[in-house]
């Protein structure tokens, strides 16, 4: 059943994966490329074993373009937050000019104590405007998340209505 299942996992991810390739190909050539898979992975898969929606799920937890995707929208979203913050402080300490013979700081009087505080405040509404254009970024990074699940569903559909009509045949061809 897992050898089964891997074949016909790897025929959905061929085809979908090929079908982006063939589209560069002529007709002739793509019509060529769809037998010899077909005919290649119908002996070692059975639809009748994988149904449709394990088919379309295998397809959708196995996509590399949509766990990318995912990753892009997490990112989107931490750098969300971190937009919506002001940078960190800086804070110097520091002593100058002091007698390197018995390091007393009062012996010196150019001995000096340094201490200083710095923060970088943006300007106007930029933090603001920067959370506004990052929340545009995710509601688009989920846009397209979610037309590629629906492109990985359609594909997968249509490689396992493809295996399953390959099957029918085989079956009526063999019965005749």
Known sequence: MVAHLKNVFSYILIQSSLQSVCCKIGCLNKTIVWMLLSLFFASYASAASLSLL??????????PVL????????????????????????IRVGIMDVPTKNFDLN???????????QQMLPRGNSNHVMVKKKQAQQKQ???????????VKMNAR???????EQQQTESILLSS
């Open 141 to 151: 990074q989920t846009a397209n998340i979610n037309l590629r699940q629906r492109e």
């Open 67 to 90: 766990k990318a995707q995912a990753q892009q929208l997490q990112s989107l979203e931490h750098e969300t937050m971190a937009a919506d913050v002001w940078e960190d402080p800086n």
């Open 107 to 117: 012996a010196d009087p150019e001995t000096e104590l340094l201490l200083g505080y």
């Open 54 to 63: 394990q088919a379309e799920q295998l397809a959708l937890l196995y996509d």
């Open 158 to 164: 249509k490689a396992w209505l493809d295996l399953y």
